[in-house]
């Protein structure tokens, strides 16, 4: 049945599109190392420099390249102790260069320099209760930093700049302000942060004090819809991308939440295998963790 819901609603927003396309360019996938490869890719960020960070999930490390594209450097390593990893998901870079790992199985976020040499750890408890976060941002300023937490918690955790939890935003619901399985992370300049609401096939933006706005997207399998949120990232202009992992596909939101279109060449959508964490930097190039397919796409926007 499920199959069947989506095969309709893919041909029928293929065959008559009630959105345009937003043209994009296909580049060259960023490289895989050497060394075992790329195995399920979940995030991207951009840091200083320019640099493209990706969580290379699946071998447990870090993956960073340069402006060309090239890989530079890996950082990481399967383990428990401080500078290794256990089941990274999410990650997030913040103005000073420094970089941010949900490592989720291990309940922490692992803080790095921008080479890669480990600086601290975020613990993520609440009381007794170990959360297991999922993704990671900072807001512009450094002052703040918030971390997802799923099933069965639900919630955001704002965390000061002592490396405190100060806040904790949600509770689990469908309401607005509430959350099902709340997931990647994006802070906008203007600091409102819009996250992820996967369950509830929705985007949340709230303010920086934890204020509901308003949302972006709803249930469904046609443009302007989701199915399976996954992604979300911002552009220099306010626009917001959103992946979607079981249709496939990237849809392109304007600041105030209206659909702008599906990204798209040659005149159809563009199909990612599912598409996860997702990051625009400065020449407006679009990088996609494909989970399944083990790579990280690149496509170049137009402005």
Same mark, same amino acid.
């Given at each position: 049945m499920l199959l069947l819901l989506l095969a309709l609603g893919l041909a029928a927003a293929t065959a008559a599109p009630p959105s345009p396309i937003v043209p994009a360019l296909r580049l060259p996938d960023l490289p895989p190392p050497p060394e075992g490869g790329m195995i399920m890719p979940t995030d991207v960020a951009i840091g200083r420099a320019g640099r493209i960070y990706v969580v290379d999930s699946g071998n447990q490390r870090v993956l960073v390249y340069?402006?060309?594209? !090239?890989?530079?450097?890996? %950082?990481?390593?399967?383990?428990?102790?401080?500078?290794?990893?256990?089941?990274?998901?999410?990650? !997030?870079t913040a103005a000073d260069g420094s970089v941010f790992v949900a490592d989720r199985a291990a309940r922490r976020v692992q803080i790095f320099d921008a080479d890669g040499t480990f600086l601290h750890t975020l *613990?993520?408890?609440? +009381?007794?209760?170990?959360i297991a976060p999922v993704d990671v941002a900072v807001d512009p300023a450094g002052e703040r930093v918030y971390v997802t937490a799923t099933a069965p918690y639900n919630r955001?955790? *704002? =965390?000061? /700049?002592?490396?405190?939890?100060?806040?904790?935003? +949600?509770?689990?619901?469908?309401n607005p302000g509430e959350f099902r399985y709340p997931a990647t992370l994006a802070v906008a300049p203007t600091n409102e942060i819009y996250i992820v609401d996967v369950f509830n096939t929705r985007v949340q933006v709230l303010d920086r004090r934890g204020k509901y706005l308003v949302a972006? #997207?709803?249930? #469904?399998?046609?443009? #302007?819809? %989701?199915?399976?949120? /996954? +992604? *979300?990232?911002? $552009?220099?202009?306010?626009? *917001?991308?959103?992946?979607d992992s079981y249709l496939g596909v990237i849809q392109l939101f304007n600041e105030d939440t209206r659909l702008r279109g599906v990204i798209g060449h040659g005149g159809e959508f563009a199909r990612f295998d599912t598409p996860a964490g997702l !990051?625009?930097? +400065? $020449?407006? $190039?679009? =990088?996609?963790?494909?989970?399944?397919a083990n790579k990280v796409s690149v496509l170049q926007l137009e402005p």
């Open positions: 340069g402006t060309d594209g !090239a890989l530079l450097s890996t %950082f990481g390593s399967s383990g428990a102790a401080a500078a290794t990893l256990v089941a990274p998901v999410g990650i !997030a *613990v993520t408890r609440v +009381g007794m209760l170990e955001v955790l *704002v =965390y000061g /700049k002592q490396g405190r939890i100060e806040r904790i935003w +949600g509770i689990p619901g469908n972006v #997207g709803s249930w #469904g399998v046609t443009p #302007g819809q %989701f199915f399976r949120p /996954k +992604g *979300v990232a911002l $552009r220099g202009d306010g626009s *917001v991308l959103v992946s !990051a625009v930097d +400065g $020449r407006n $190039r679009l =990088y996609v963790a494909e989970m399944l």
